[in-house]
């Protein structure tokens, strides 16, 4: 065995513990760092209050959620709600245009948040049946969306 004096090997335990704390806490959290690229169009820990599209809010009232003015179609307002909550983006390089014109937008309203989240819609092709570009107003960002998406998340008629 090693003959070591007292102190060090109090050093020596001092050290193997700072390389245990580092191994069962800082290796897990770098971990959990670089697989944190998920977008979702709100966060995953905030809590949706109100969707306001053109002419219709996703609005909840106590346990339920709500559609009003009720669209002249039929939509689970649920469904919708979940849908806003829980859709994954996909992210997608453009090239910078500046004469893009959105189709839709829609206005999310978190809790305790002043400010409401502006996601802005856009034809990816130039066609209204295609698919689709988001992008939330003032980032550069665009995330590329399906036009059967496009239709759940933004109330849109569109033929496929």
Not at 18 to 25: D, G, N, P, R
Not at 43 to 64: C, H, S, W, Y
Request: hydrophobic content about 50%.
């Amino acid at each position: 065995m090693i003959k070591l004096s007292r102190r060090n090997w109090n050093n020596v335990l001092i050290f193997a513990v700072l390389i245990l704390m580092f191994v069962l806490y800082g290796i897990p959290q770098r971990l959990a760092e670089h697989t944190a690229d998920e977008y979702r169009l709100i966060p995953a820990d905030a809590e949706l209050l109100m969707v306001a599209f053109a002419n219709t809010r996703l609005i909840k009232a106590g346990p339920q959620w709500q559609l009003q003015p009720a669209p002249a179609r039929a939509v689970d307002a649920a469904q919708l709600a979940l849908a806003w909550q829980h859709s994954l983006l996909t992210p997608v390089e453009v090239v910078s245009d500046t004469s893009r014109v959105p189709v839709a937008q829609a206005s999310v309203q978190l809790v305790g948040q002043v400010a409401p989240l502006i996601w802005l819609l856009y034809p990816a092709d130039g066609s209204a049946e295609g698919p689709y570009l988001l992008q939330q107003a003032g980032d550069g960002q665009f995330y590329q969306l399906s036009a059967a998406q496009a239709a759940r998340l933004f109330l849109l008629d569109v033929t496929e």
